[in-house]
């Protein structure tokens, strides 16, 4: 039989393939022997969806219809029903990690059910250096990684140690493949679609679903196609086509959809471009992004020792892993990539885009600080060894000038082998004679671990970056500071002069022979020459068995604490419940739920729960963590009037307006107001990881049928939730609204199908996991006794 096209040219390179790869099973990964690609599976469930509707695919919904619970007799409507759908795999990181694995050992099962793994990359504050910040994050978090690791160990999840590198980079270079499903518990899963998979940020209640072999539940998403066109060349980088994205569909546009790249701009774009490109998908509110398997992928596997996986995937190309022709898509986007021009997005929003031809003039109109006080490059969306190799030679033209960075300039790599193959490569020694600061392989500033020194809290001032996401305070938890995000090479341009104002592709700088010049257009090679260098092995495989392995949580820790089960719907309507906040403006998970300093209470409900709401802006008084107890008539912060409401058995409700709960993915932000005696919220609209947690927890979720109704809802209002014993999909939620002697009968939409109707009556979806466990349903714990949502 003659062998594939990307065989042989694998061959002719000389990169490693057993003699018959494509007729052999071929590992998921090489710490996963005995769990192989499921291509041939996924073909025939493929096969079975085609047959029924019977028209042309999206490769989005060619790999995620493939992964069908019931292919044969699910109903499949973009953005109308539910699918069950069975991911190959779970990937956690240590700050989320911990609830999730919390969740799953009050479930009371034995041992995870997919491969599944635990990164620690959240908890290492940026301080010093990457040496010492690692060193001291591992003595300040000892408790809680010996947890992680010891439940990891017992549950049969691999275990990556701190130090080893983000999630996303350690998920890219060693666990994701074209075709794949995976979920997530961060919201910048998507990254995994740089290899052309179906990566998912969601909650860790649905992480637990998963591992616990119960099918995972996803509104089936609409298609939002992108025709790229042109070539990738000069200072524009794959940053920016998600930059402009931003600017097309906001923050909110991409919401309850995949982007799905295609066309043949796709080409000139490297596989970590276009994981970059997936990564930021979740700044517009995408379910997730991907691209079609092409040569720049198998390139990546191969450099990655995945040749075997490439040659697979190519058999496959054209059934399971392209686009039909003639595939219809919800919205079609088109960007040239030969006029695009490099964008800098921000302040405060990652939407707000600005040509870097027009940054200095809209900032000095808009009243930015001018001066840039931090350049940081790095983090999961831009830490490759091309977007290092890039800034390197950036550095270098400005070195060779007699210039350095005129500011602070910090480096975070992706993964220790990204960081071992920089370092070999000689582009460490640049970045240091640049002035800049390699950081720990870990996220550092990006996610707010950032032991900022330079300026005070509340002093106005302007940081570029190369990362995601810029809300208010985000990086170092000061709201004055204007954060910009755009690609790394033009944050290291803008270092070099401080200002921004400058515009690299037209201003000169002057070297220190007082002649000037201009820098030249960035190059760096897509994958290194001499191979990668893994560096120091940072992976724990779990034993065979982990019956003898003990987890213990201390009952008097302040960083973990067991989870107690959720209260059950007593079966009566909520009335007169109080309003606890009505919130202003852009709601986040990090203003629901802020990071930073508050990470290493990610296992304590408890404690956490002492940040509840503490950045979002009370409507009453346009101030932060300052709202009047109803109750007492007193001003306090927003925990603390609604611990007081809890122990006086008074529950409430929270309202807020558009896109509530965007961001991360983070469960805490649902879990802490349930936790302080919250029953609902109620919004102009919500992000889709956010509402899917909030339904997980047992709150409702609920959005005003008519988003005027959000201005008749007062601080002191009293909310009734009516006729809740009929709750059922696709009905609204009778709502009224008292003020003093008046009152408003509005109506409130929801999203809850008849299964996650029964989360809310059983007080959270983990209590009727159990219920159905122990024999309460007609359930086995193993997703085959649960409801299937209509």
């Not at 994050?137 to 947890?147: L, R």
């Not at 008097?556 to 919130?583: C, H, M, N």
Request: proline share 5%; net charge neutral; hydrophobic share 35%.
């Amino acid at each position: 039989m003659k062998k594939p096209q990307l065989c042989r040219l694998l061959w002719a390179r000389r990169i490693h393939v057993s003699p018959n790869p494509v007729w052999q099973k071929v590992p998921m990964s090489k710490f996963e022997k005995d769990d192989f690609l499921p291509y041939a599976k996924l073909a025939g469930a493929l096969n079975c969806i085609k047959s029924r509707l019977k028209r042309p695919l999206t490769l989005s919904e060619k790999v995620l219809y493939s992964h069908l619970d019931e292919p044969e007799t699910q109903d499949i409507k973009r953005g109308e029903s539910y699918l069950r759908l069975r991911p190959d795999r779970v990937a956690m990181q240590d700050a989320t990690a911990q609830m999730a694995l919390l969740q799953f050992i009050s479930s009371g099962l034995k041992k995870v059910a997919v491969p599944s793994t635990v990164h620690c990359d959240h908890l290492i504050e940026a301080q010093v250096c990457g040496i010492e910040d690692l060193a001291r994050a591992k003595d300040m978090h000892k408790e809680v990684y010996d947890f992680l690791a010891s439940a990891c160990a017992k549950y049969g999840l691999g275990f990556w140690k701190p130090g080893s590198g983000i999630i996303h980079q350690i998920i890219l270079e060693n666990y994701a493949f074209p075709g794949l499903l995976m979920i997530g518990t961060d919201s910048h899963t998507p990254n995994g679609g740089g290899l052309g998979g179906l990566c998912i940020g969601v909650g860790g209640a649905d992480a637990v679903d998963v591992m616990a072999n119960i099918p995972w539940e996803l509104k089936c998403p609409k298609v939002i196609g992108c025709n790229l066109t042109g070539k990738i060349s000069g200072w524009t980088s794959p940053k920016d086509v998600i930059l402009k994205m931003a600017e097309i569909l906001t923050v909110k546009g991409g919401t309850g959809a995949i982007i799905e790249y295609h066309g043949s701009g796709v080409e000139s774009i490297s596989c970590t471009g276009m994981a970059t490109i997936c990564n930021m998908g979740a700044e517009i509110g995408a379910t997730t992004s991907l691209f079609p398997f092409n040569q720049r992928m198998a390139k990546y596997l191969c450099a990655t020792g995945r040749g075997e996986m490439a040659a697979l995937a190519e058999k496959y190309q054209k059934e399971l892993l392209t686009a039909d022709k003639d595939c219809k898509y919800d919205q079609l986007i088109e960007i040239n990539l030969d006029t695009l021009e490099p964008l800098v997005n921000g302040p405060f929003t990652p939407d707000l885009a600005h040509p870097i031809s027009k940054l200095g003039e809209n900032s000095k109109k808009n009243g930015y600080p001018m001066d840039i006080k931090v350049g940081l490059i790095g983090s999961c969306t831009n830490s490759s060894y091309e977007d290092m190799g890039r800034c390197a030679n950036i550095a270098k033209d400005a070195l060779s000038h007699g210039l350095k960075s005129n500011i602070p300039f910090n480096v975070t790599p992706g993964s220790e082998q990204i960081r071992a193959t920089i370092e070999r490569d000689g582009m460490f020694e640049v970045f240091e004679k640049f002035g800049g600061t390699v950081l720990a392989n870990a996220c550092g500033p990006c996610i707010g671990q950032w032991d900022r020194k330079d300026v005070k809290k509340g002093e106005k001032n302007t940081i570029m970056t190369s990362y995601n996401r810029n809300f208010t305070g985000r990086n170092d938890a000061n709201p004055a500071t204007h954060c910009f995000v755009t690609s790394p090479e033009m944050v290291t341009a803008l270092s070099i002069c401080g200002r921004l104002d400058f515009n690299p592709l037209k201003d000169e700088l002057q070297g220190t022979d007082g002649k000037k010049f201009k820098l030249k257009a960035p190059h760096g090679e897509e994958l290194p020459a001499k191979g990668f260098d893994p560096g120091q092995d940072t992976y724990t495989a779990p034993p065979a068995s982990g019956d003898d392995v003990k987890v213990v949580v201390d009952p008097k820790s302040e960083r973990l604490q067991v989870l107690a089960p959720f209260e059950k719907w007593d079966g009566k309507d909520y009335v007169d419940f109080t309003v606890l906040i009505k919130i202003k403006g852009k709601c986040t998970t990090d203003h629901i739920s802020a990071a930073g300093p508050w990470l290493k209470y990610r296992g304590h409900l408890d404690n956490i729960s002492n940040n509840l709401f503490i950045g979002a802006t009370n409507a009453e008084n346009n101030e932060m963590n300052k709202l009047k107890n109803q109750k007492s008539g007193e001003y306090a912060a927003v925990p603390a009037v609604a611990r007081d409401y809890k122990a006086n058995k008074i529950k409430w409700v929270a309202v807020g307006e558009e896109n509530y709960g965007e961001g991360s993915s983070r469960e805490h932000a649902a879990l802490e107001p349930r936790h302080l005696g919250g029953v609902a919220i109620i919004v102009k609209s919500f992000a889709r990881i956010h509402e899917t947690n909030l339904k997980k927890q047992g709150m409702l979720a609920l959005t005003f049928a008519n988003a005027g109704d959000y201005d008749k809802v007062k601080p002191d209002s009293k909310i009734s939730l009516l006729n809740l014993k009929d709750l059922a999909a696709g009905k609204p939620v009778d709502c009224e609204i008292k003020n003093g002697g008046s009152s408003d009968k509005i109506q409130l939409n929801h999203s809850f199908n008849d299964l996650q109707i029964k989360w809310f009556q059983a007080g959270s979806a983990l209590n009727l996991m159990k219920e159905l466990a122990s024999g309460g349903g007609k359930g086995d714990g193993k997703g085959k006794g649960e409801e299937k949502p209509k």
